[in-house]
């Protein structure tokens, strides 16, 4: 009984997907939001399910070192694992001249 077979591919055919190009698109992904935390200035995530997470500061989001995932906490104290491979946006706010939004 065969529970489940992978498809065979000529040896001419290339993957369609490869982890190298993956690991590309995670790194521009974490540098775009650890450029965010550097800046200062508050922003929100956006995932493919449509929810939003804001992170009001520096404090409120934690990037492990080579993990697929960030880290927000809310004001009480709860925390959201947040994958990279599922954001679709990152939003920031800067009013006139490049000074903070407050």
Do not use: C, W
Not at 23 to 46: C, H, N, W, Y
Not at 71 to 94: A, C, H, K, N, Q
């Amino acid at each position: 009984m065969v529970i489940s077979s992978l498809p065979v591919r000529d040896a001419g055919q290339k993957p369609l997907a490869s982890l190298g190009s993956l690991g590309k698109d995670i790194d521009m992904t974490r540098t775009q939001i650890e450029s965010a935390v550097a800046s200062g200035i508050p922003f929100t995530l956006r995932m493919a399910d449509g929810k939003e997470y804001p992170v009001p500061h520096r404090d409120h989001i934690s990037l492990p070192p080579n993990a697929s995932y960030v880290i927000v906490y809310d004001d009480e104290g709860r925390f959201t694992v947040l994958p990279l491979l599922t954001m679709t946006g990152l939003e920031s706010r800067v009013t006139a001249a490049g000074t903070k939004q407050e």
